[in-house]
């Protein structure tokens, strides 16, 4: 009997775990509120909707170009200008299967096996998760609140030598905090100096509250790699769409692994993806934002007065990332994902554990989006503060 490959044994994603644990608690008891995935709780924007079905109608909707259809981008390009205030051409677009797809075809062109990766913790993982598939050695830079938990040139000064490339994520999963302008250009700056890959994971752009300004690592340096997606601001999760800004020098390798790998990202999710960036559903977006905003007051107001308070400081992204160690004793469990499966099966509130995010400290701290309603959150909230009630 054949057995599974020793690069398939990496960490699962636990918070599928959870989503799976709430829907068997929704089928049985059919009083879930879901806080555990980042998953808006609105449809795509209504021309994009209106625009799948004209693409149903009208088009063959077969393969098309490798790296996207040139309208898409295009708008995409057009995007990132009118963002960024810098020139991006359609050229500079790779369009792919989410921006997981994206991670798994950039990580392949531009690493070998044990190269070197560096990335926060905590972080998203599957960065780490994928590259530990793909051979590369993964270095988690320890990042706590002093530097809104984000890594800093003086961070990558320590290192033995230069890795390879350099993950990071602004705003950020899961603590939402995003990169001072400063820190990412000097980041952007000591990569090219060091033969350093930067990755910047921007999709969470759009979706900030207060006065931190998100930039964009291609306003510095033009051998970075830039990725962006539909699913979040543009609340398209499963549209599995996404795309990089790439330099010249990656684009022949990114070519021969995504034709052969995957073709091209699916056709309708680009048809429809074109209508993403008109005014119209851009204003229905922003829309959107505004209620994760109502949401998070909520959450960063609500979670104190039940006892959890030491919370991340959310600038931008859809979450609060909080430390509950002083709370995981007695009858509620000993580690967040304990916790997190009592409170679902006390009172069908899901909530993600940090064990995703964080493999030193995970146990102790716990992700809430509020990417859905505002009712939900409200409701959450009120049935959290029951149970907490000693
Ligand atoms: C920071 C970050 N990057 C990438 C992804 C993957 O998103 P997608 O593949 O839907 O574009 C996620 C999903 O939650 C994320 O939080």
């Known amino acids: 009997m054949r ?26 008891h059919g009083d879930v509120l879901t806080l555990a995935a980042g998953q808006p709780s609105t449809p795509a924007p209504k021309p994009v909707l209106r625009t799948t079905h004209e693409a149903l109608d009208t088009h063959l909707l077969g393969y098309t170009e490798t790296f996207g259809i040139a309208p898409l981008r295009e708008a995409i390009a057009e995007y990132h200008s009118t963002k960024s205030g810098i020139e991006v051409d359609a050229d500079d677009v790779v369009v ?16 070998d096996v044990g190269d070197t990766v560096v990335m926060a913790r905590p972080g998203y993982p599957g960065y780490r998760n994928t590259l530990t598939a793909l051979g590369c050695k993964v270095i988690e830079i320890d990042c ?109 390798a990114l070519q021969r692994l995504a ?15 074109i209508a993403a960036f008109t005014p119209e559903s851009r204003s229905e977006l922003d829309s959107h934002v505004q209620r994760y905003a109502v949401n998070r007051e909520l959450l960063l107001s609500g979670l104190p007065e039940v006892g959890i308070s030491d919370l991340a400081p959310a600038d931008g992204a859809f979450y609060v990332y ?11 469990g000993a580690t967040s994902t304990q916790w997190c499966s009592r409170l679902l099966q006390d009172t069908g509130v899901a909530l993600a554990p940090g064990v995703d995010f964080d493999t030193v400290r995970g146990d102790r701290t716990i992700r809430l989006s509020f990417a859905g309603s505002t009712a939900e959150v409200r409701e959450s909230l009120v049935r959290l503060s029951r149970w907490m009630r000693p």
């Open 3 to 28: 057995h599974e490959s020793q690069r398939s044994n990496i960490q699962t994603f636990h918070v599928m775990d959870v989503w799976k644990a709430a829907i068997e608690r929704q089928r049985t």
């Open 96 to 111: 792919t299967t989410g921006s997981s797809g994206a991670f798994t075809l950039l990580f392949l062109a531009a690493f």
């Open 144 to 252: 706590g609140p002093d530097t809104r938990f984000q890594p800093t040139v003086a961070m990558l000064e320590e290192l033995p030598e230069p890795p390879a490339g350099l993950i990071v994520a602004s705003p950020a999963n899961p603590t939402g905090t995003v990169i001072d302008p400063d820190e990412l250009a000097a980041l952007a700056r000591w990569c090219d100096d060091h033969g350093t890959l930067l990755v910047s994971d921007e999709i969470y752009h759009g979706i900030g509250y207060g006065d931190q300004v998100m930039t964009s690592a291609w306003e510095t340096s033009r051998e970075s790699v830039v990725v962006g997606s539909v699913s979040k601001y543009f609340s398209m999760t499963g549209w599995r769409l996404g795309w990089m800004l790439v330099p010249p020098g990656l684009r022949p």
């Open 259 to 273: 034709s052969n790998m995957t073709v091209c990202p699916p056709a309708l999710s680009q048809y429809a993806a």
């Open 322 to 332: 909080a430390d509950i160690g002083h709370l995981l004793e007695g009858t509620r």
